[in-house]
């Protein structure tokens, strides 16, 4: 059975930094690529950013880029995703997901796991 847990998220200051982290207990980490949404209330839940499987390339949603950094390490079967210059329209709760294929890589529906999510909330 596939789990991912997710920690880290907290509730933070404009500008301030964040590092989620995402435990997986897959059994064949490394032959996954893997993923970070966010969903804020009410709202569809939107790409964050991807890692392949070897860490070597990586995507970011343009309103992140710059200012998030996703990375794996898959010798612990962990992916991270450091958040600085965090603004209020970064609070939503975060979830990391394993690529399962067949769709654009920015699209939930190519995620076949999902965590359970953690808050991060930014304040003004």
């Known amino acids: 059975q596939v789990q991912l847990v997710e920690s880290g998220g907290d509730l933070v200051q404009t500008g301030g930094s964040l590092r989620l982290s995402c435990a997986a207990s897959?059994?064949?980490?490394?032959?996954?690529?893997m993923a970070w949404f966010r969903q804020a209330p009410g709202k569809e839940r939107n790409f964050v950013a991807y890692v392949s499987w070897s860490g070597t390339t990586t995507y970011y949603a343009d309103s992140v880029k710059g200012r998030f950094t996703i990375s794996r390490d898959n010798a612990k079967k962990m992916v991270y995703l450091q958040m600085n210059s965090l603004k209020p329209e970064d609070t939503a709760a975060y979830y990391c997901a394993v690529d399962a294929g067949g769709f654009r890589y920015d699209s939930p529906l190519r995620y076949r796991y999902w965590g359970q999510g953690t808050q991060v909330t930014v304040s003004s």
């Open positions: 897959l059994r064949s980490f490394t032959n996954y690529n």
